[in-house]
T-cell receptor
Framework: EDQVTQSPEALRLQEGESSSLNCSYT??????LFWYRQDPGKGPEFLFT???AGEEKEKERLKATLTKKESFLHITAPKPEDSATYLC???????????FGAGTRLAVHP | DVKVTQSSRYLVKRTGEKVFLECVQD?????MFWYRQDPGLGLRLIYF???????EKGDIPEGYSVSREKKERFSLILESASTNQTSMYLC???????????FGDGTRLSIL
């Protein structure tokens, strides 16, 4: 059964303190892994797509990487405005169905 | 910019009522999805549609139905609302390829 597990559930950082979020997945034939950011009371906002092991994508202070079993979202020198829930999802089956992890709640304090 | 519009941000209904949630897209994407999001459970797929008048059950379809009469509009229907359907409901759209889905801002539904 396809499955996505994210860790930690919650992470508290000081401004400028770099860290990584983990997304472990089990899927028969990875066709795509996606990272989203979700602010309270809003829908998830697309960040990155990764398709094959070794691939990396960057955007401002965020960098996503992919291996055959997991993906990492690295946050370098975070700012309070990076506080959000970060969601990971993989394509499962046809019609682009997504399987989501439960998310990591990130809080960055000044 | 991708635009996915959900008809209400907040909705309060009573047990037993029939509830309609609407989602409209402006991207001409084939696929449209309805999820619910609950604390600790993440996003769970209720139903999706890959074409007009076509629908497929997701992981938790019980108590829900859907309608897609036009390509740009996808409706979620709670046939007889119950308190355990209190949740955040999210609509998403996506093309028929390995591309990301894009989400609306959600409807926070409370059933009293």
């Amino acid at each position: 059964e396809d499955q996505v597990t994210q860790s930690p559930e919650a992470l508290r950082l000081q401004e400028g303190e770099s860290s990584s979020l983990n997304c472990s997945y089990t899927v028969s034939g990875l066709r795509g892994l996606f990272w989203y950011r979700q602010d309270p009371g809003k829908g998830p906002e697309f960040l990155f797509t990764l398709y094959s092991a070794g691939e990396e994508k960057e955007k401002e202070r965020l960098k996503a990487t992919l291996t055959k079993k997991e993906s990492f979202l690295h946050i370098t020198a975070p700012k309070p405005e990076d506080s959000a829930t970060y969601l990971c999802a993989v394509i499962s089956g046809g019609y682009n169905k997504l399987i989501f992890g439960a998310g990591t709640r990130l809080a960055v304090h000044p | 910019d991708v635009k996915v519009t959900q008809s209400s941000r907040y909705l309060v209904k009573r047990t037993g009522e029939k509830v309609f949630l609407e989602c409209v897209q402006d991207m001409d994407h084939e696929n449209m999805f309805w999820y619910r999001q609950d604390p600790g459970l993440g996003l769970r797929l209720i139903y999706f549609s890959y074409d007009v008048k076509m629908k497929e059950k997701g992981d938790i379809p019980e108590g829900y139905s859907v309608s897609r009469e036009k390509k740009e509009r996808f409706s979620l229907i709670l046939e007889s609302a119950s308190t355990n359907q209190t949740s955040m409901y999210l609509c998403a759209i996506g093309p028929n390829s390995n591309q990301p889905q894009h989400f609306g801002d959600g409807t926070r539904l409370s059933i009293l």
